[in-house]
């Protein structure tokens, strides 16, 4: 089985907005976010914290299904967010 490389993860932000994103490093990620230094969207919005992640086993992977959570309402990202790892 080959080692994931790739994260999809959502954020929640000050405001209780959600930001969707993907990455390769994680933790280096949320760190930036944090730190002002990522998304303009989040920029924003600090601090955020990280309530959702899914590992998969390429970049492509991780784009097609940040597509698909950026395409869920709100409520829907909050059951996922309840039901699944984070």
Same mark, same amino acid.
């Given at each position: 089985?080959? %080692?994931?490389? =790739?994260?999809?993860?959502?954020?929640?932000?000050?405001?209780?907005?959600?930001?969707?994103?993907?990455? *390769?490093?994680?933790? =280096?990620?949320?760190?930036?976010? %944090?730190?002002?230094?990522? +998304?303009?969207?989040?920029?924003? $919005?600090?601090?955020?914290?990280?309530?959702?992640?899914?590992?998969?086993?390429?970049? *492509?992977?991780?784009? $097609?299904?940040? +597509?698909?959570?950026?395409?869920?309402?709100? %409520?829907?990202?909050?059951?996922?967010?309840?039901?699944?790892?984070?």
């Amino acid at each position: 089985m080959q %080692q994931p490389s =790739a994260y999809v993860y959502i954020l929640q932000c000050r405001d209780s907005s959600l930001y969707t994103g993907w990455t *390769n490093d994680l933790d =280096a990620r949320v760190s930036t976010h %944090q730190a002002g230094r990522g +998304a303009k969207y989040t920029r924003s $919005r600090l601090p955020v914290k990280l309530v959702y992640y899914e590992r998969l086993s390429d970049k *492509n992977a991780a784009l $097609r299904r940040e +597509a698909e959570l950026k395409h869920l309402s709100h %409520q829907e990202k909050l059951l996922l967010i309840a039901s699944g790892p984070h």
